[in-house]
């Protein structure tokens, strides 16, 4: 069965680094998004992507993030300065459509840590 | 705007006995309702899903879901549990945009 895989499982950064969390979500998936959940809180909804383009995002997603889908396969989250509030696992989901009855599949997450 | 309330952080019960995670939904329009399971170092997996065509949905492994407007209401249950059942469920909302809310999570545990 197809699935969403996620790169690094775990990746751990200094403050102020520049981190790229990638994604292949599943290949004829069109609808891309990006969740995070800091330690004991709720899975939060970052941003979500169609058509080369951001098509929502929520206030965490503010100027320090950025996404792109570099080539056929790939989908990525960058954050250009970690701050410490960062540390977090990310997943990245994707589906084929949007709206009832499209369900988001999510990958396995990476785990954030910022030191 | 949209939220979901999972009512039990943790839920424990015995190997062959019922489930209930509860979670009740606000929304003010129709809303899609998600259970999704995370196992430990797994992604998120759907287990099922409401989308209004039907008020008691079944997932996979045994759950299923009462969709009940009344309440306000989305249950998880499953009629007997087994120790592969251990994880988190989350109760998700979902609206015109494939934007997700998530509850904060129920952690079973089934005790052999």
């Known amino acids: 069965e197809p699935e969403v895989t996620q790169t690094p499982s775990h990746q751990v950064t200094q403050m102020g680094q520049e981190v790229i969390l990638r994604c292949v979500p599943i290949?004829?998936?069109?609808?891309f998004y990006w969740y995070r959940q800091i330690l004991g809180q709720k899975v939060e909804f970052l941003v979500s992507?169609?058509?080369?383009?951001?098509?929502?995002k929520s206030e965490i997603f503010d100027d320090q993030f950025s996404v792109e889908r570099p080539d056929g396969s790939n989908f990525t989250l960058k954050i250009r300065s970690t701050k410490l509030e960062d540390s977090a696992m990310y997943f990245c989901?994707?589906?084929?459509?949007?709206?009832?009855?499209?369900?988001?599949?999510f990958g396995p997450g990476t785990r954030l840590t910022v030191t | 705007a949209q939220s979901v309330t999972q009512l039990d952080s943790h839920v424990s019960v015995s190997e062959g006995t019922p489930v209930l995670l509860r979670c009740n939904y606000s929304?003010?329009?129709?809303?899609?309702l998600f259970w999704y399971v995370q196992h430990p170092n797994k992604g998120l997996q759907l287990l099922l899903k409401?989308?209004?065509?039907?008020?008691l949905v079944k997932g996979i492994n045994g759950f299923e879901a009462e969709f009940k407007k009344s309440e306000t209401s989305f249950h998880l249950t499953k009629p007997s549990a087994h120790m592969s059942d251990a994880a988190e469920y989350f109760c998700?909302?979902?609206?015109?945009?494939?934007?997700?809310?998530f509850g904060t999570g129920t952690l079973l545990a089934v005790q052999p």
């Open positions: 409401y989308t209004s065509a039907a008020t």
């Open positions: 290949s004829n998936h069109l609808y």
């Open positions: 998700v909302g979902g609206g015109a945009t494939n934007k997700l809310i």
């Open positions: 929304s003010s329009y129709s809303p899609s």
């Open positions: 989901a994707s589906s084929e459509g949007q709206g009832e009855g499209y369900e988001q599949y």
């Open positions: 992507f169609y058509n080369n383009e951001i098509s929502e």
